[in-house]
């Protein structure tokens, strides 16, 4: 692992070799500040502490990195430094697995931070405007919000993920969650769903959906969802609320119904709207 935070000053540096030496970097880190976007792109700036003077003027190394495909940012190709380039294909090869976690740690820690301050209207999210108007279609939480808090219990020394999605219409008076519920695996990803229930969140009553195992049952989930989350249904009212505000926010600013063509009625005599010059009855009408 090249990257390191000193605990005295809690300064993030990286220790490179480079042609048969060991080169130390103090590093500065700039991220995406999209709550909802899934970019996964990393800037780092860095500059090494042999170079720094006592005008503190230097000129650093500039790495986008893509975290999620372990490589120089697209973005980033053909607009940077051939310096930089060739610094960031060098830094990317001495990058471990325990860097890029530690990355990836760090990055969605800032989306978290940036999710959970930004307002609903600061917050630019895709929804399908027409299938929740004309269909109810209904949203998941962390689909709108992939950074966002996620619900998680563990059960029998398995950690299983639930995800909540909710009617988004601004004017229904619904408190219905849907809780699909996933195992999670040793990478921390969720599998296939293993069962899904109804909530009431202010009534506080379930309903099994669908079930694929007899052990994730109603009692089973509901008990161990209860235990560990004390406050879950007061969290699901907040979160319906949430997204329905972003919901009623982007609808404003980005959506405009589907509309009937309004097609005047044209009478036998009248001149046929095809430009002619024949009146209707002998024209178009036949």
Known sequence: MILNI???????????????????YECTLT????????CGVITLDLVRIQDKDDTGKFEPFRVDIDIYNRSIADDSKGKVRQEDLQFAMMFLDQLDDDDYQFLNDIYCDHKHKITEKSLPEEIEA???????????????????????????????????????????????????????IFAVNESGEHEKALCAFSVQYKKRQWETIESF??????????????????????????????????????????YAPNQKLHIPKVGRNDPCPCGSGKKYKKCCSV
């Open 31 to 38: 991220f995406c500040n999209n709550p909802v976007c899934t």
């Open 213 to 254: 195992s007899p052990d994730m049952n109603l009692k089973t989930i509901k008990t161990a969802v209860e235990q560990q989350m004390p406050d879950i249904y007061e969290r699901l009212n907040k979160r319906h609320l949430r997204l329905k505000s972003i919901y009623a926010h982007n609808k404003k600013r980005d």
């Open 126 to 180: 895709h929804f399908e405007y027409d299938e929740v108007e004309d269909k109810n279609l209904m949203h998941v939480y962390n689909g709108v919000l992939p950074y966002g808090d996620t619900l998680t219990i563990n059960l029998n020394g398995m950690r299983f993920i639930l995800l909540d999605q909710y009617c988004m219409k601004p004017g229904c008076p619904c408190t219905e969650t849907i809780l699909d």
């Open 6 to 24: 000193a605990n005295n000053t809690d300064k993030l540096s990286a220790t490179l070799h480079n042609n048969g030496k060991t080169e130390v």
